[in-house]
């Protein structure tokens, strides 16, 4: 059979949209950062990218100027008042503060910076954004630094796009015994800005969620609707279509 996906290729964001609802999936919806989110995303991949070509010795010092070209690119001057930046700059300092903690400069290699992987889940071929792959000084293993758009950390865990990552930075693993399979690290924030952090391999990634992932592609590959029952997704912006009344 043919699947649906024939011929296209599936981004992470359609995976996610799809597996928070296959309506949204099928509306063009997708799961998005909210502002903070994306802020401090864009913070510690910009590092990222200047530490490829040289490394940041202290980067709990170097922040602050990473964090105001973010905040630049995100245009929060043009859209937020004077006493909300500060404040948007406070949480930010603390919640970088602690990605650093965890990602204490002295243990870690990064390897890639930001960039896409394509991967194949049943047959579909997936393109993946991975913000950076890194390699652990201590015992060589390969670890993928990923940015949830999640905000609880029941979704965080439940995201079958942890998976399709691995599998996809597992195919470019050295031959060399020496690197043990990968890691990955699942950082984001909560809607109230607390630091999300969970980490996984393969053997302690839960197996339901390796078989929900293939099912879950195999699903969009033959275009499996479901009803849509009333929804009380309020920022959605399609429930008027999925609740007709409202
Ligand atoms: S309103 Fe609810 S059912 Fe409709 S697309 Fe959004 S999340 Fe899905």
Redesign the pocket.
């Known amino acids: 059979m043919i699947p649906k996906t024939a011929g296209t290729v599936l981004s992470e964001s359609q995976v996610r949209a799809f597996q928070?609802?296959n309506?949204?999936y099928a509306?063009g919806?997708d799961v998005k950062y909210n502002l903070n989110a994306s802020i401090f995303k864009s913070t510690i991949e910009m590092m990222i990218v200047d530490a490829l070509k040289k490394p940041i010795n202290n980067p709990k010092l170097s922040f602050p100027k990473y964090l105001q070209r973010s905040m630049v690119k995100h245009k929060v001057h043009e859209d937020l008042l004077f006493g909300q930046i500060q404040d948007m700059m406070s949480t930010m300092s603390y919640r970088l503060t602690d990605f650093w903690d965890v990602f204490k400069a002295d243990n870690f290699i990064p390897v890639i910076g930001p960039r896409h992987f394509r991967t194949i889940v049943s047959k579909t071929p997936i393109d993946v954004y991975v913000s950076c792959v890194f390699m652990q000084k201590q015992n060589k293993t390969l670890n993928i630094l990923d940015f949830t758009p999640h905000s609880s950390e029941h979704a965080q865990v439940n995201d079958v796009m942890l998976y399709i990552k691995m599998k996809a930075i597992e195919a470019f693993q050295r031959k060399d015994k020496r690197i043990t399979p990968v890691k990955i690290h699942s950082v984001g924030l909560t809607e109230g800005d607390v630091f999300l952090y969970r980490s996984f391999t393969y053997k302690n990634l839960q197996q339901e969620l390796l078989e929900r992932t293939t099912k879950l592609v195999k699903g969009i590959e033959i275009g499996m609707d479901m009803p849509?029952?009333p929804?009380k997704?309020y920022s959605?912006p399609?429930?008027s279509?999925?609740?007709p009344e409202v």
């Open positions: 928070k609802c309506q949204l509306f919806g849509s029952l929804c997704f959605c399609y429930r279509m999925c609740n």
